[in-house]
């Protein structure tokens, strides 16, 4: 008897992405033509609010070929959301995460593959170089790992983006993960399962311009810190007694200098300066505190991660654990 080929889910997420769809689109049909003997494939599009021609291209796309399916979100929800809700509707053995602007080869999905039969769960592409990524992306980049496994309790490699192949098992452990702020490429190692990089060299986008600006970089960031660490909660209690200790240290002096020494104390100013130092510590501190409550208000909500307005191609529409 013939045996049923394994199934393996492509999940690329799409945010304006006009001029590098219809290139995706024929490279990852390549691919799958390519793995025809050993896979099937099918690749999962997910339209997160698109506001250029994106969907109706890729729509096109869905009419000529039932491997290409679209889940088109009712807006923009954010790529991490746009990734949880292909996976959450994947129905592979295997289910890759890559972006739609070509910077990460989709042929080494199938090296991946491969990889993973020899006994991995997960295997992650790890970015050996990035082809036109500036100085100062590559530098902030590397800053913010070393920070970042610095904060956290698991480990997170280095220079790894979402682009990764994951088996069956790992993918319904990640669709347990429920938590609004996400961060997917610290959810995975989180879940553990055995784990190989794969290194590659990191393209240029195929056409475009990246959707991450500084700003949306630098909030990623920060939401990966706050979502994944107690560590700052940590560092304001030491911080805490750092300054109660200073201070009594300061108050041995003053009360030796008072009685001891004719040293004029001074006064206004030094008292003036450590009120608006220390108001702005609390302050900031409290700034920490707030983040920490607010996503306890947003998880309390219970709001779904994702609306999605239509499908193309997809029997099942509606996310086996969406609640
Ligand atoms: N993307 C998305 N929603 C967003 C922003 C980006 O789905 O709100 C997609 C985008 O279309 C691309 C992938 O996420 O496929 C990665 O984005 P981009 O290439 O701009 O990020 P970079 O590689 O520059 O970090
Ligand atoms: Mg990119």
Same mark, same amino acid.
């Given at each position: 008897m013939l045996q049923k080929k394994p199934l393996l889910s492509i999940v690329i997420p799409v945010f304006n992405e006009e001029e590098s769809i219809g290139e995706s689109v024929r490279r990852f049909l390549a691919l799958r033509d390519s793995l025809l003997t050993e896979l099937k494939l099918e690749l999962l599009f997910v339209n997160d609010g698109s506001r250029d021609s994106s969907l109706s291209l890729l729509k096109s796309a869905a009419d000529k070929d039932p491997d290409v399916k679209i889940i088109s979100f009712s807006r923009n929800f954010g790529h991490q959301i746009a990734i949880t809700a292909g996976i959450d509707l994947s129905s592979g053995d295997y289910v890759a995460l890559i972006d739609? %602007? /070509?910077? %990460?080869?989709? !042929? /080494?999905i199938a090296d991946m593959y491969r990889l993973a039969l020899t006994g991995y769960d997960v295997v992650y592409g790890k970015r050996r170089s990035r082809a036109g990524e500036s100085l100062f992306k590559k530098a902030t980049a590397s800053a913010f790992y070393r920070f970042l496994n610095y904060m956290c309790e698991i480990e997170i490699p280095n220079d790894t983006g979402d682009f990764r192949l994951m088996s069956r098992k790992v993918v319904n452990a990640f669709t347990r /993960? @429920? !938590? @609004?702020? @996400?961060f997917v490429r610290g959810m995975v190692p989180w879940l553990g399962f055995r784990t190989a990089p794969l290194e590659y060299d990191r393209a240029e986008r195929?056409?475009? &311009? &990246?959707?991450?600006?500084l700003r949306k970089m630098f909030a990623f960031a920060v939401n990966a810190i706050l979502s994944f660490s107690r560590k700052p909660l940590t560092v304001a209690i030491q911080l805490g007694f750092f300054i109660i200790f200073m201070g009594l240290i300061f108050g041995a002096y003053l009360f030796y200098a008072r009685l001891f020494t004719n040293t004029i104390i001074p006064g206004f100013a030094t008292t003036l300066l450590c009120v608006i130092v220390f108001s702005g510590v609390q302050v900031m501190l409290i700034g920490v505190v707030g983040e920490y409550i607010a996503r306890i208000f947003e998880e309390v909500q219970g709001r779904p991660l994702y609306l999605i307005n239509e499908t193309f191609n997809l029997v099942e529409s509606v996310p086996k654990n969406d609640f």
């Open positions: 739609a %602007d /070509l910077q %990460d080869p989709p !042929e /080494l /993960l @429920r !938590e @609004r702020h @996400r195929y056409a475009g &311009t &990246t959707k991450f600006p």
